[in-house]
């Protein structure tokens, strides 16, 4: 199983970026998927999670009405779009995916099984 994150880079304040996530290895019918960051010196925190059985979302309070995640299961891609980016947000972005759950959608570091590397978002003006 591979994820392979891209899309990371320097913007200002107020900008916005695409990150993206392809995902090899697994069938993503089957999997939530969801994206997390680490800033220097904090613990990993989940930012967004999308189910596969009903397309439920979940957003982190910090993110809700900025970020957007989807799911692209026949191109087996996952992006999240963020706009009105802060200073902030600045972090370390991971894509991870984890077995799909009943009416529920993964939001913790330890729920999910598979990550990919990371790429950094740097917001600075």
């Known amino acids: 199983v591979q994820l392979q994150a891209s899309g990371g880079g320097l913007v200002q304040p107020g900008a916005s970026l695409r990150l993206s996530c392809a995902v090899s290895g697994l069938i993503l019918d089957d999997n939530a998927l969801g994206w997390f960051r680490q800033a220097a010196g904090k613990e990993r925190e989940g930012v967004a999670g999308?189910?596969?059985?009903?397309?439920?979302?979940y957003y982190a309070d910090s993110v809700k009405g900025r970020f957007t995640i989807s799911r692209d299961n026949a191109k087996n891609t996952v992006t999240l779009q963020m706009y009105s980016l802060k200073p902030e947000d600045t972090a370390v972005y991971y894509c991870a995916a984890t077995r799909d759950y009943t009416d529920y959608v993964p939001r913790y570091v330890h729920e999910y099984e598979y990550w990919g590397q990371g790429t950094l978002v740097t917001v600075s003006s």
């Open positions: 999308v189910s596969s059985s009903d397309g439920s979302t």
